[in-house]
């Protein structure tokens, strides 16, 4: 398999497993301009897992 398709295969792996989580951070980050939003600290610490998760695979 070409390198192209393993990263593509990766990526897709990803947003099956965390589909909900991508959501909420792009909610943030969209809605942290323009409307006051709290989050709890597990969705935090869940959000935080996701992330680097996601920044440690090799891509």
Known sequence: ???????????SELLDRYLFELGVLEDAY???????REYT?????R???VV???MSSEL
């Open 47 to 49: 959000l935080i897992k």
């Open 1 to 11: 398999m070409s390198c192209q398709v393993i990263k593509k295969q990766i990526v």
């Open 30 to 36: 969209i809605g942290a301009r323009y409307v006051p």
């Open 52 to 54: 680097s998760e996601i």
């Open 41 to 45: 600290k597990e969705e935090a610490e």
